[in-house]
């Protein structure tokens, strides 16, 4: 069983996060913690001083974390991308696919049904943020080039 | 028609092997009820008052033989020999053993079938028009563009937790027989300067708060739908009220921040998403379309229909549509028998309207929103063929659009959240409406029943639509007027005080008699309802 999952290079951010009112009202601080209300877009011009934004799931079938994780890779966020809260082995491969790449989960995970969840799709429909190619991509190699 | 390529068969047979690991695991009791129940909502499975219930996904409602072969067959297998026919393009099993589920998916995909996302808060089942093809009137096949959306939405990764379930349907011509504008997110297919897009429509719904869906855009391109949608579900995924489940539809938030707000936000969305390289290339939409090509039509065919057998005169007028191609017809199979239940096939049926298909229909055939089968391709000489097998297997009912065509929700029969039971009432209006003539005299008249205020029997959109309500813990049910599914959109008004199941039929047997009355030429229930309005309908019924 595995209390944190981390698939990054190298140690996790230590630091507290902060709350986003705090963090955005504050200059030193570098990791800062979204909750399900909260817009994660209010973070972008912080962007390069952050090296942890905790996104937190108080549910795990309230889905707004997954729009807030891609919208900060979207706008080209590097930093580490923690989901913490409700998080169980059915919902990693998806936060994966959304720029999690660390979790704190309430509950610890069982790392052989994390590795299935994570194995068990070959392919994807969809172009999100994990880089891998879609189905559509790979079934017209000649226009995806460059 | 689409066929899988290996890629879409790995990921519905990968659905499969996760389904049948988490069956597992709440069989052994590694898994607790409550944390198997979102898993296996995903998958289609409820747990109803008698037994599971599993729906699979017809996707934009065509079938080929075989695949409407393998649902009889499972029908007889693993259900108690009946499939269900549902308002949106699905069938479902009434009677499931949870230990069979696994194996059912498992037959289903050897069939490029599944139940992927037919229940849960995420993105269902697209439905479209089940003259899709063959009608006369589209702009394009809209199929094409429902199973690039099917495609995109499966295990979608930022929308499986919506605050609510999001229903998607998309038509391509005028006429609307898939009720585009009472979905979350409606898609019309247009032509601007020669180039196809869509229309777009968001906030529709039913259930109980109905309405209608505005329109959000006038035209998107086919090589932009993808990430427009995003941007769409994006701000619904964001900003969708997750406070109290019955405030949670798209629906909901278009209202309370009205639409020019919505679309402004999606309008930013969009403009920030086209930029992310989400959207298909054309070539892809490209690929899909050349499945949905025009099948091998023969040429130089008769266009005559031997009419001298007047019970098959009778069922060519009501149950048979014009088709694009000379010497062809469109077949509507009625599933709505006057003492049957709304949408219920036997798996002996199932099996005889999959053997027509490959037989007289270039293996093709499609279900309606009306619970309705449809055999798309059918040569004009072999009508009266099909007609008499449809009429040794009780599938011969001429009814379509008419009084006894009713759409009914399974109701307290089968529903752990009815207040009454839909079906006996259908069956009781049918009776009482039984006669042909009176019927026919009656014409187009769309009754629907809801068995609660969750309304899956489309009682808002009914001509005439009835809500069972539980009034101290008694049955009634409430009468509306004036709703309509099609093109010209309505949603129907409450008459007044509520009825038992006896005096709802004599109401509406009422509001039919003021009708004929009352028409002008030409008009249909529903037309005479809205010259006249409610007032005279009232008097009839209370006065
Ligand atoms: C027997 C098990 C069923 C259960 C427990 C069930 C449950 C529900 C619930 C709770 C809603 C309201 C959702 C909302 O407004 O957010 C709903 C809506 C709906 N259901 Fe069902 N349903 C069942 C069967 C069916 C069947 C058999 C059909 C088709 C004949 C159907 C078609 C629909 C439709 C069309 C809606 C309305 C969607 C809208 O509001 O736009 N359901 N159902
Ligand atoms: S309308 Fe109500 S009673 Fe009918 S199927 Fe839906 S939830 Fe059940």
């Known amino acids: 069983m595995v209390e944190f999952l981390s698939f990054r290079d190298g140690e996790s951010a230590q630091e507290p996060a902060v709350t986003v009112e705090s963090f955005t009202g504050q200059t030193n601080a570098t990791a800062v913690r979204v909750e399900p209300g909260e817009d994660a877009r209010e973070l972008l011009p912080y962007l390069d001083r952050l090296s942890l934004v905790e996104v937190n799931f108080p549910a795990y079938g309230d889905g707004r974390g997954y729009s807030a994780a891609r919208i900060l890779r979207e706008s080209g966020y590097q930093g580490e991308l923690r989901a913490v809260g409700d998080v169980l082995v059915d919902q990693i491969n998806a936060m994966r696919r959304c720029g999690f790449d660390s979790f704190h989960p309430n509950k610890a995970l069982d790392d052989a049904a994390v590795d299935r969840a994570l194995n068990r799709y070959a392919d994807v429909y969809q172009k999100a943020i994990d880089g891998r190619q879609p189905v559509w991509a790979k079934r017209h190699p000649e226009k995806i080039d460059g | 028609m689409y066929r899988y390529d290996s890629y879409d068969q790995s990921i519905v047979d990968a659905r499969v092997d996760e389904f049948r690991d988490q069956v597992q695991r709440r069989l052994t009791g590694a898994l607790t009820e409550d944390q198997f129940k979102p898993l296996r909502l995903m998958n289609g499975l409820y747990l109803q008052l008698h037994a599971y219930m599993l729906r699979v996904a017809i996707p934009y409602g065509t079938l080929s033989g075989k695949q409407m072969r393998k649902l009889g067959e499972i029908a007889a297998k693993y259900d108690k020999g009946y499939g269900h026919f549902t308002t949106r393009q699905n069938l479902q099993y009434n009677w499931i053993k949870l230990a069979d589920a696994p194996d059912i998916l498992a037959e289903l995909a050897t069939v490029e079938m599944h139940a992927i996302q037919t229940s849960g ?185 031997d009419r001298a057998d007047p019970a098959f005169a009778l069922w060519v007028d009501r149950q048979v549509a014009a088709h694009k191609q000379p010497g062809y017809a469109i077949v509507n199979i009625s599933l709505k028998p006057l003492t049957g239940i709304p949408g219920d096939a036997s798996a002996e049926q199932i099996e005889l309207v999959a053997s027509l298909a490959e037989q007289y229909s270039l293996d093709e055939l499609r279900v309606t929103h009306a619970q309705n089968l449809v055999l798309p391709h059918v040569k004009k000489a072999d009508l009266y063929a099909i007609w008499q097998k449809l009429e040794n297997a009780g599938l011969a009912e001429a009814n379509l659009d008419l009084i006894t065509d009713i759409i009914a929700c399974p109701g307290l029969d089968y529903c752990a959240l009815a207040n009454a039971r839909s079906i006996p009432l259908a069956q009781k209006i049918a009776q009482r409406f039984a006669d042909a003539e009176r019927q026919a005299e009656l014409g187009e008249l769309k009754l629907k029943i809801s068995g609660c205020i969750n309304a899956c029997g489309h009682h808002h959109a009914g001509h005439i639509g009835i809500l069972g309500v539980d009034r101290k813990g008694v049955e009634n049910f409430q009468l509306s007027l004036g709703g309509s599914g099609a093109e010209d959109t309505s949603l129907g008004q409450i008459t007044g005080p509520g009825f038992s199941e006896d005096g709802v039929v004599d109401a509406i047997e009422k509001v039919t008699d003021l009708y004929l009355a009352q028409r002008e030429s030409g008009e249909r229930f529903l037309d005479t309802y809205r010259r006249l309005g409610m007032k005279p309908f009232k008097e009839a019924i209370y006065g």
């Not at chain 2, 589209?138 to 099917?150: G, I, N």
């Not at chain 2, 050349?290 to 023969?298: G, L, M």
């Open chain 2, 121 to 305: 808060n995420c993105i269902r089942n697209i439905s479209s028009d089940q003259y899709a093809g063959v009608s006369a009137d589209e702009v394009a096949d809209p199929r094409p563009w429902a199973e690039l959306l099917r495609q995109w939405s499966s295990f979608h990764p930022e929308f499986t937790y919506l605050p609510r379930k999001f229903k998607i349907a998309v038509i391509a011509s005028d006429d609307d027989r898939a009720a585009m504008r009472l979905h979350d997110i409606g898609l019309k297919l247009v032509s601007k300067d020669g180039v196809i897009g869509a229309e777009v429509y968001a906030g529709g719904g039913m259930g109980r708060t109905p309405m209608v869906a505005p329109q959000i855009r006038d035209f998107v391109p086919e090589e932009e739908i993808v990430s427009y949608l995003e941007a769409c579900l994006r701000v619904y995924n964001r900003y969708g009220r997750r406070d109290n489940k019955y405030k949670a539809r798209i629906k909901i938030l278009v209202h309370e921040i009205g639409v020019e707000d919505y679309k402004r936000q999606v309008e930013e969305e969009f403009a920030h998403m086209k930029q992310l390289g989400l959207n298909p290339p054309v070539e892809e939409l490209d690929r899909i379309r050349a499945f949905f090509a025009n099948p091998a039509y023969e040429t130089g065919l008769s266009e005559a229909i």
